[in-house]
């Protein structure tokens, strides 16, 4: 495939329409008989009152029912035809999707307005939901990857940004005290169309999914904006940091750094591009060496943790580990770090990368999840539908002038914070040991 | 590289190709169409006997290459265990003309324009899948069609990948769900490979010879071993003229092993077994043994599962999860080649009351046992399975892996079929299989529990085998 070939064909067919209080984007697929649904609203929970874990409970029970029916009138609907629903917690935005068969769309449309209208808030099922999400955390709680990025996020963010996660006992007392009224009071202060963003895929006429759209959520007013600025400050200072994880044969390490730049900043392109080359596929570097070349490591990848438009992020690699690799790991990983920060990219292996990084894009957009997802993501970041369309020219537009600047100005490898997330006592004195000689 | 390399490669016990020189090298090999349904057509290449499904899918211009080897963890004996998945793992390091030394390997070709590319390794199976832009499925075709006879395994490479599994194993031993799983496969299955890890033991990867790896390859990796699946945005003469050209030259095996499975004796008596994991929130399995997954009382079982356990309308959802005895219940209905295992779990509330959750589970199957379940509730589960088998069929790399697992099982046509298969089930069937197959002597209970939880002692004071 060229680059840009499926995209131009589908920028033609693509819908952009307004709605009430928001926007619609819709594409025909010649995809037989199903379509997908997704879509967002703004909401801004403020993080140092809990409101996170609040604000996720909620969304699990969206979908348990409305004022009409209860959750299992509801699930007959939806599992009778097989179509599915869901509704999750971003960290400010609610983001909602369903998959069905195209014929059951209004029926879809109509249940996801009533989820998100006039939600049932039922206390039987917020007792379920509620001892779900704790058992949801307790399981993230033992779990060596979801420990290593979570204690990362507390090195890197103050307790007031929304990427800061609470140790999972302090999550799980949250929750615990929570109470239904809590749920219905946030829902009613600050679920509503808010920046709404809806898109709609598949085998489907975008016009009609986008009137009945506009019919069931025209009158969802818009809630009071928030805007959450003070973000606080964290500790700069450089760590190595352990997590013990009992009954795990294996460490996960997550190191990183925070990021300046929101994804509107002239650089964000060319960073992104950057973390491509270094750790974000398998033929990156990071696995070419890591993994492929010295055998150390079974899943090694890079990632910009996820600066959008209205909060920075933080640039993480995060890596797993055997107990006996452990040292000579993280110094491969450390060393192909500096390796690509010292030195940079050639224009040769750019241009290489490019389009790598543009037909796999256009290899994502072949299933209606992707090709959904990835018009959302486009329009909550203020790039609209001529994202699809568009990517090609600004991966292409990068330079490795560019690139190395960018990455010298910000990745700064002496500043990565590090957890070891592992069972081993042993192995830490191990290390410590390492370090020290 | 020719056959009379793999030879040189090493391998002892060398299997005995077929002839194929009375075919002239630039003839057009034939393929013979064998049947249709779906939209999936079937052919058989004349020269070897490998099995062709194709499926014109037209949403995105890209296309799906996809090959299924009769190969999985249950052909492998004692002390190999894991092999197959070594062999998965070194099938990326290179074949006789496309690896990394010259440049031509499967990441400098097929990467390079944003193809997705990986491996799965199960029981019954191997599976290598390629997702490439449309005019990469030529490129792709020969690469498969070489590694299929030629791969390269150097030495080194092996080490390095040796430890890379390693890593890849030790992930999977310190996760509670898969001990779970696994300790529960194990005494489920006292003789039968099917109780083994598919990864593999620490010991048996670290005991992996060239040699040893050679002969597992040269034994499978033949195309009447394997099913060539293409779904993608272009036509069936297209496509069969891609396969013909690179795979139509090679020879098939006249002598592919009949796995040779352990007998599994018939159980007869209740087998536990309690995994400790520290910290762990605690599960309940209980696993019957299932028929395989061609016959017809696996779509029994896999309605009754769904009766049971499987989403919000389900009997153990109502009982267990709104009870507040368990946050989540789920069925699972293995579809083998040999007979597997029909499985209800459960992930335990707060109050962590691993025998409460069992006897739940059991008086429910009690139940339909003696009273069966009604049409209603069939009819309901019927649409829910129908729905769910028509709204996952999300692009090409969901429609294979459905019909991989097919495949697998002995007959690519039960993923067309699947749906009029569940609407045959009555009544009367759900409560036949769940007679026959879902009795006490058949039944396997794995407990995970955490040791320093307050509930430890309860948990584990039934009769079982503590690990």
């Not at chain 1, 819908?15 to 801004?44: K, N, Q």
């Not at chain 1, 150390?296 to 990632?303: F, K, V």
């Amino acid at each position: 495939m060229k680059p840009g070939t499926g995209s131009r064909k589908m920028k033609e067919c693509i819908v952009d329409l307004p709605l009430e209080h928001g926007r619609f984007h819709g594409l025909h697929t010649a995809t037989p008989s199903l379509f997908a649904l997704t879509g967002s609203f703004r909401t801004a929970p403020v993080v140092q009152r809990g409101e996170l874990m609040l604000q996720q409970l909620v969304a699990m029970l969206m979908t348990c029912g409305s004022r009409r029916r209860d959750q299992f009138e509801m699930a007959d609907l939806l599992e009778s035809r097989g179509a599915s629903l869901s509704v999750e917690s971003e960290l400010h935005r609610v983001s909602f999707s369903a998959r069905a068969c195209s014929e059951d769309m209004p029926l879809v449309v109509d249940l996801l307005s009533e989820c998100l209208r006039e939600p049932r808030f039922d206390a039987t099922d917020f007792a379920t939901e509620r001892s779900r999400l704790i058992a949801e955390l307790q399981y993230r709680g033992a779990e060596p990857a979801a420990q290593a990025s979570d204690a990362l996020s507390r090195m890197l963010y103050s307790p007031r940004h929304p990427r800061h996660r609470a140790e999972f006992a302090d999550d799980v007392s949250v929750v615990e005290r929570l109470t239904v009224d809590d749920v219905r009071r946030y829902h009613h202060a600050h679920f509503g169309a808010n920046d709404l963003r809806v898109v709609a895929v598949g085998d489907i006429d975008p016009h009609a999914v986008a009137a009945e759209v506009d019919r069931r959520l025209a009158s969802w007013s818009p809630r009071a904006a928030r805007q959450v600025d003070d973000t606080g400050s964290s500790d700069e200072t450089v760590q190595v940091a352990w997590v013990q994880t009992a009954g795990r044969e294996n460490f996960e390490v997550a190191l990183g750094q925070r990021l300046t730049i929101r994804c509107d900043h002239p650089d964000y392109m060319a960073l992104w591009m950057a973390n491509h080359i270094l750790g974000a596929t398998f033929t990156s570097r990071l696995v070419s060496s890591v993994r492929e070349e010295q055998g150390l490591t079974y899943s090694i990848r890079s990632e910009l943790a996820r600066p959008d438009r209205d909060f920075d992020g933080h640039w993480q690699v995060a890596l797993s580990l055997s107990v006996d690799k452990l040292n000579a790991g993280l110094a491969a990983t450390r060393a192909e770090i500096d390796r690509f920060v010292d030195h940079g990219v050639t224009a040769q292996e750019l241009a290489a990368k490019q389009l790598e990084a543009i037909g796999a894009f256009h290899i994502g957009l072949a299933t209606l999840h992707g090709l959904s997802e990835t018009i959302l993501f486009g329009t909550e970041n203020g790039w609209g539908p001529d994202y699809i369309r568009e990517f090609a020219g600004k991966v292409g537009s990068v330079s490795a002038s560019q690139l190395n600047a960018v990455v010298a100005e910000h990745l700064r490898p002496a500043e990565l914070q590090t957890i070891i997330a592992g069972p081993f006592a042993d192995a830490q004195r191990e290390f410590n040991a390492c370090v020290a000689a | 590289m020719t056959m009379n390399a793999h030879i040189v490669n090493g391998a002892s016990g060398m299997p005995h190709a077929l002839d194929s020189e009375t075919r002239g090298a630039d003839a057009t090999p034939a393929f013979r169409h064998v049947r249709s349904g779906g939209g999936i057509e079937e052919y058989r290449l004349d020269a070897n006997g490998l099995r062709v499904l194709f499926m014109e899918a037209r949403a995105a211009p890209v296309a799906l290459l996809m090959l299924t080897y009769g190969v999985g963890s249950r052909h492998e004996g004692h002390g190999f265990h894991g092999a197959s998945h070594m062999l998965e793992h070194l099938m990326f390091k290179g074949s006789a003309r496309f690896n990394k030394q010259q440049g031509t390997s499967i990441f400098n070709l097929l990467h390079p324009v944003g193809a997705q590319t990986n491996a799965t390794t199960w029981l019954d199976r191997t599976n290598y899948f390629n997702l490439v832009p449309v005019s990469h499925l030529d490129v792709a075709a020969e690469i498969e069609a070489d590694r299929m006879r030629n791969i390269r395994i150097d030495p080194v490479d092996l080490e390095t990948e040796r430890t890379v599994v390693l890593n890849e194993h030790d992930q999977y031993a310190g996760d509670p769900l898969e001990k779970l799983n696994q300790a529960v496969w194990r005494i489920a299955f006292a003789k039968h490979p099917y109780g083994a890890p598919v990864i593999g033991t620490r010991e048996d990867i670290g005991a992996f010879t060239r040699d040893g790896l050679f002969e597992h390859y040269h034994r499978h990796y033949w195309p009447n071993n394997a099913t060539l699946t293409v779904i993608g945005d272009l036509g069936r003469e297209l496509t069969l003229d891609i396969v013909g050209r690179h795979f139509g030259r090679m020879s098939g095996f006249d002598s592919l092993p009949n796995a040779d499975d352990e007998f599994e004796p018939e159980q007869r008596g209740e087998r536990r077994i309690v995994v400790e994991q520290p910290g762990q929130a605690g599960w309940v399995m209980l696993a019957c043994k299932a028929p395989n997954g061609l016959s017809p009382d696996t779509d029994a079982l896999e309605l009754l599962g769904c009766i049971l356990a499987g989403g919000k309308l389900s009997r153990l959802y109502r009982q267990l999860v709104v009870g507040g005895l368990a946050t989540a219940v789920w069925p699972c209905m293995s579809r083998l080649a040999k007979p597997g295992l029909f499985q209800v779990q459960a992930l335990l509330g707060t109050d962590q009351d691993h025998q409460g959750v069992e006897r739940t589970i059991r008086d429910a199957i009690d139940t339909i046992r003696i009273h069966g379940v009604s049409q209603d509730e069939l009819d309901r589960a019927k649409g829910r399975a129908r729905g769910n088998l028509l709204t996952s069929r999300d692009g090409p790399v969901a429609v294979a892996m459905q019909l991989n697992e097919a495949i697998a099982a002995g007959d690519w046509m039960a993923y067309p079929m699947a749906i009029e298969r569940l609407d045959a089930v009555s009544v009367t069937d759900v409560q036949r299989v769940a007679r026959q197959y879902l009795i006490d002597d058949a039944l396997t209970v794995g407990y995970l529990v955490d040791p320093d939880g307050k509930h430890a002692a309860s948990a584990s004071s039934n009769p079982a085998s503590v690990q």
